[in-house]
């Protein structure tokens, strides 16, 4: 009897750790691209990080990266000489064009930032936000950096 007990104690165990395996398996096969590298930059705030899915090259002159924000991360305000396309593919978040007023962002979303127009997008206060960021036109120039987007402009927009 004792025998078959510790059996079904192993078999039950080995069980609850594949059963946890999987779960963790299954949230990785979920993503749709792993998370990359953590932003070290001055252009961030909060914790963000970057996988360049593809990078510029000759043929397609574009770059796509794959950014993931925590709650509360954010760009700077900025601009893309060429543009740039942002396909929410988790979470819920917020982008602004400078002088217009907050949008709430969410999965399924896709939005157009117009070439030169000075905006920022990141995370709300209690979301994760994941996007595919899509810069076209890159012989045109590189994304111009500019100031963060301060705690009290951000405080006003949490929703």
């Not at 963000?48 to 950014?67: F, K």
């Not at 979301?127 to 987007?149: Q, R």
Request: aromatic share 6%; hydrophobic share 35%.
């Amino acid at each position: 009897m004792t025998v078959g007990l510790m059996a079904f104690i192993v078999i039950a165990c080995n069980q609850s750790v594949n059963k946890e395996q999987k779960n963790t398996d299954m949230k990785e096969i979920e993503k749709i691209f792993p998370q990359g590298d953590k932003i070290t930059n001055n252009n961030f705030t909060g914790a963000a990080w970057l996988n360049m899915v593809m990078d510029n090259d000759s043929i397609y002159n574009m770059q796509i990266g794959n950014v993931t924000f925590e709650p509360g991360a954010r760009t700077n305000w900025h601009s893309h000489p060429g543009g740039q396309i942002l396909i929410v593919t988790e979470g819920k978040g917020f982008h602004q064009e400078k002088g217009k007023p907050i949008e709430i962002i969410k999965k399924g979303d896709i939005i157009k930032c117009p070439p030169n127009v000075i905006h920022w997008h990141g995370a709300s206060a209690s979301d994760t936000l994941v996007h595919i960021a899509i810069s076209p036109n890159t012989d045109k120039g590189k994304v111009v950096w500019l100031e963060k987007v301060s705690d009290d402009e951000y405080r006003h927009l949490k929703k």
